[in-house]
């Protein structure tokens, strides 16, 4: 175990590299960064040394193993747009969409799981052929129309929910919650159904598909012939077994929550990261952007690893082929 930790760490270490050196170049084709911090009545000499300070006047794998070095310490520059460094503004940013992503992946797992086993256990059922197309409307919609749609009926209509915002927050620290308070709470209804929506109904159709495939197999008919319950059956035998690529699908999704927050966060102008990297498209606000870029890679770097290790704790025959390959 602890040589496979050691490999997946190593491929992690080169992924990064990769990704930073992306980054990085993004800040030599999105045109020269003086002319951004400069006035347009600069001299000659007045940008040279703006060149000179921002170190643009090295060759270029000294500027990028600065950035590399700089990037290892959180260190991403100023936001062109801003004049802030960049690491404070994605602090400040931050909670907002690790709050949005946590309730979303929650309610995708919660929901999704025991929708899934109901339609595997009972396929023929009107509940579950009413559960399998109501999933099949939830990912086929476009993530961005069922926002709206959620407007419409809960904020317009109804009146109960508030259609953008984040609420009453209370800060912790640097840590800004909306946990603590119902405004807080309210406002975050909305945004997390929406973003978990495509996941809730991607899991349940997995779950759904791993359990009937599992149902089938030598094993649980012979645990149904040596007279076990049905309850045993399903849920200590067969549901162990089925969570197993589920972990996987859901693992690589917990990143594309990440990646999907930012349509989420455009329609409700929820403030996280997803709606600071919107801005800075638009600016051309580089360093926001290779920041953003080099954590979200991250994030989905550390999720495929503990998935990895999780796999060696649910299912004992890869446990048993890393002992082997030690050997």
Known sequence: MLGFLIRRIIQSIFVML??????????????????????????????????????????????????????????????????????????????????????????????????????ALKPGSLSA??????????????????????????????????????????????????????????????????????????????????????????YIKFARARGLPNRSIHFRHALKNTLIPVITIFGLQLGGLIAFAIITETVFQWPGMGALFIQAVSFGDVPVMAAYLVLVSLIFVVINTSVDLLYAVLDPRLRADAARAAH
């Open 129 to 218: 052929q009413t559960l399998q197309f109501v999933s099949l409307i939830g990912i086929s919609l476009p993530t961005f129309v069922t926002g709206i749609l959620l407007i419409l009926v809960f904020s317009v209509w109804l009146n109960w929910l508030p259609s953008f915002g984040r609420g009453t927050v209370v800060d912790i620290g640097w840590w800004s919650t909306g946990f603590l308070t119902v405004s807080g709470l309210k406002a975050l209804i909305l945004p997390s159904v929406m973003l978990c929506l495509f996941q809730l109904t991607l899991i349940m159709r997995l779950v759904r598909a791993e359990m009937m495939e599992v149902l089938r197999t030598d």
């Open 18 to 119: 990769a990704v930073a050196l992306i980054a990085f170049m993004m800040f030599r084709f999105m045109g020269d960064p003086v002319n951004s911090m400069v006035a347009e009545t600069a001299t000659t000499e007045e940008r040279e040394a703006v060149r000179e300070r921002l170190g643009l006047d090295q060759p270029l794998w000294v500027q990028y193993g600065r950035f590399v070095a700089r990037a290892a310490q959180g260190d991403f520059g100023l936001s062109w747009r801003n004049a802030r460094p960049v690491s404070t503004l994605l602090a400040e940013r931050f909670p907002a969409t690790a709050e949005l992503v946590l309730v979303a992946a929650g309610l995708s797992l919660l929901v999704g799981i025991p929708l899934g086993i109901l339609t």
